[in-house]
């Protein structure tokens, strides 16, 4: 069976056509600008390039540019749009309600539409990339994966704030985490790589990209996880602060005259390693002002390093020891510096790392020492491919 995969953003629609047969991503596309003037779609497909720049004004002008760009004669992977077998939606927040991924129908959009306050940014997007792709192919079974479903194993112990309980009970606040399909997918696939039981494992995965995240996977469950109610805590990431003081906020308000939307677009948007470094949202650039001495680049390299071990401390003592760190997404994958510093010191948890093998980039690689008790892997992670199988293990058993 032939699966699309999507994942729509307030103006855009990413999107990957996997052959299920073989796992093998047959098309890669993204519509941008929608609703924008100058509304693009590219496509790739067996090394053939597909280009439309055309208005559209929303998500189904785009869904439906998808489709022709898809079944396009010179250049599409499909002869006709009914070899989509299912569509698998990417949804950010499934709040308590969704622990794995269902086959959308009338009331699962309901539920995704009643998250919206928990996912104002990224919720209606989803919804909209659903509605349009359901307005398109009307016969095509969907499923939505959500990005918060792995965490929902968490205890209340490490879910709930220390604010009064009335605030869960009446507005729903607590942890939900985020990047918990990646999670999911490297901590698995770490089991698998070792030859172990991912039951019989103590797992901490560390998903370092422009958004980062950090989660506890106690013997095949997540108790822990570093992103909250929303995807601003945690470490510092590409321009987000991570977790803070909350009376920062006040403070800063009071003395700049600004107001809460100021003050939260700041924490998301200019804060981080841009905010700090004043250099780059890139980690690359970030890398490269530190090497040439940069003072501001190497404090922003340290507090990642130093952000990210503390919470590697914290998973350790909160599963009573580790036996597999993971390091994933384009940061994690692609910094071996950093893996050895966020590394460097943790030798008391029995983790050794090999420095050799540790010069790596974006592939499956045990980085660990042979006499490590910790084993430290590198596994790029894929979002997609776990995506594509709920959605085929959803859609053959109804
Ligand atoms: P992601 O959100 O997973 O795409 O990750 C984006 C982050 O990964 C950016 O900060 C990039 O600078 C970083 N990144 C991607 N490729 C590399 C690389 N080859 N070396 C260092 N950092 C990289």
Redesign the pocket.
Known sequence: MKILIVNAGSSSLKYQLIDMEDEQTIAKGLAERIGIEGSKLTQTANGKKFVAEAAMADHVEASKFMLRALTDKEVGPLKDMSEIGAVGHRVLHGGERFTASVIIDEEVMDAIAENIPLGPLHNPANLMGIKACKQVMPDTPMVAVFDTAFHQTMPPKAFIYGVPFEYYERLRVRRYGFHGTSHRYVSARAAEFLGRRYEDLRIITCHL???SSIAAIDHGKCVDTSMGLTPLEGVIM?TRSGVLDPAILQYIMNNDNIDIDQMLDILNKSSGLLGISGISS???DI?NAAAEGNKRAIITQEILYTGVKKYIGAYAAVMGGVDVIVFT???GE??PRLRLKVMEGLEFLGAKMDEQKNEV?GKEVDVSADDSAVRVLVIPTNEEIVIARDTLSLVTQH
Do not use: P
């Open positions: 990209g422009n958004g590409g890139d980690m690359r890398d997404a384009g940061i692609n910094g980039r």
